[in-house]
């Protein structure tokens, strides 16, 4: 299956560059993509230098790495960390009590 782990080393690519673990969250993928983006934004360069250019390529790799995993296809849980470093495992979701169940009409 080549083109399953071409895809996997592609997002665990884009990973490293925006410097998320694959246990980020969508909000702390798009942190790591817009503290890059200050970093590297190429109207911080004086226009027509290499360092513009540089910092052009740049955006596109971080705008890329951030199209790829976006929606974090590679986040996973760990249930004896939980879905991130220091968090209890997630319990079974359930049902809170009806508090409506034992009446027999209710009047608005």
Do not use: C
Not at 3 to 31: C, G, H, M
Not at 34 to 52: S, V
Not at 74 to 99: I, Q, S, V
């Amino acid at each position: 299956m080549p083109f399953v782990e071409d895809q996997l080393a592609e997002w665990k690519a884009a990973y490293r560059l925006l410097d998320v673990p694959p246990s980020a969250t969508s909000n702390d993928i798009r942190k790591g993509q817009r503290r890059l983006l200050k970093r590297w934004h190429p109207d911080l360069f004086t226009a027509g230098t290499d360092e513009q250019t540089e910092a052009t390529r740049m955006t596109q790799f971080i705008n890329e790495a951030y199209a790829k995993i976006e929606n974090a296809p590679l986040r996973y849980y760990d249930a004896t960390r939980g879905a991130r470093e220091g968090r209890l495992p997630r319990t079974k979701f359930e049902d809170k009590p009806d508090p409506f169940k034992n009446m027999e009409r209710v009047e608005f």
